[in-house]
Antibody, heavy 125, light 106 residues
Framework: QVQLVESGGNLVLPGKSLRLSCVAS????????IQWVRQAPGKGLEWVAI????????HYADSVKGRFIISIDNSKNTVYLQMNALRPEDTATYYC??????????????????WGHGTTVTVSS | DIVLTQSPARLSVSPGERATLSCRAS??????LAWYQQKPGQAPKLLIY???YRATGIPGRFSGSGSGTTFTLTISSLEPEDSGVYYC?????????FGGGTEVEI
């Protein structure tokens, strides 16, 4: 069964760090990109970061650039999101999600077809 | 950044009716657009990719159209299970952006 499972969400003080994990099962990361998308309580979706499976290509939202780092461990089929200098506005459910053919070799944008169930991060004193 | 504007913000429709959701991009994005459905307490679900192609397992009543800056998601005959929030997303330029969503109430 193809699935993504996030973990690592917690209550954390402003300014502190937290690392989220996303474990893929039922498929290998080769040929895919994995991204993080977050959703603040009662709000819409906000894209956070993406990494290609070879780790050579990554992008970040301006709101997290310089504070968050996305990384991948292909041997563990796991993607991480290291979140530093956390702010109250980072409070959200964080989803990891799979994007097929991220280089659009097919000529199409295939969308984000597999999503995890999410993990909750609360930044508060 | 490319801004995606969805309208209407909320849509109340009866079962069997047709729903038309709009997504407008602030800049040309070719067809690099996807639509997602999200129900309360659940992760988003891919409905449409590359503006007009149904994702695997998505019923035929869902269709997408458009290119450039104007896109539409149409639900031809609404079922009760179609309630939720619908988001468009562009992947033409970094950063990836989502629209604000349209809430569909059946």
């Amino acid at each position: 069964q193809v699935q993504l499972v996030e973990s690592g969400g917690n209550l954390v003080l402003p300014g502190k760090s937290l690392r989220l994990s996303c474990v893929a099962s039922g498929f290998t990361l080769s040929g895919y990109a994995i991204q993080w998308v977050r959703q603040a309580p009662g709000k819409g979706l906000e894209w956070v970061a993406i990494t290609w499976n070879d780790g050579k290509n990554e992008h970040y939202a301006d709101s997290v650039k310089g504070r968050f780092i996305i990384s991948i461990d292909n041997s563990k089929n796991t993607v991480y999101l290291q979140m530093n200098a956390l702010r109250p506005e980072d409070t959200a459910t964080y989803y990891c999600a799979r994007e097929d053919d991220p280089d659009m070799v097919s000529g199409y944008y295939l969308g984000v077809d597999v999503w995890g169930h999410g993990t909750t991060v609360t930044v508060s004193s | 950044d490319i801004v995606l504007t969805q309208s209407p913000a909320r849509l109340s429709v009866s079962p069997g009716e047709r729903a038309t959701l709009s997504c407008r991009a602030s800049h040309h994005i070719d067809s690099y657009l996807a639509w997602y459905q999200q129900k309360p307490g659940q992760a988003p679900k891919l409905l449409i990719y590359d503006a007009s192609y149904r994702a695997t397992g998505i019923p035929g009543r869902f269709s997408g159209s458009g290119s450039g800056t104007t896109f539409t998601l149409t639900i031809s005959s609404l079922e009760p299970e179609d309630s939720g929030v619908y988001y468009c997303q562009q992947r033409s330029n970094w950063p990836v952006t989502f629209g604000g969503g349209t809430e569909v109430e059946i």
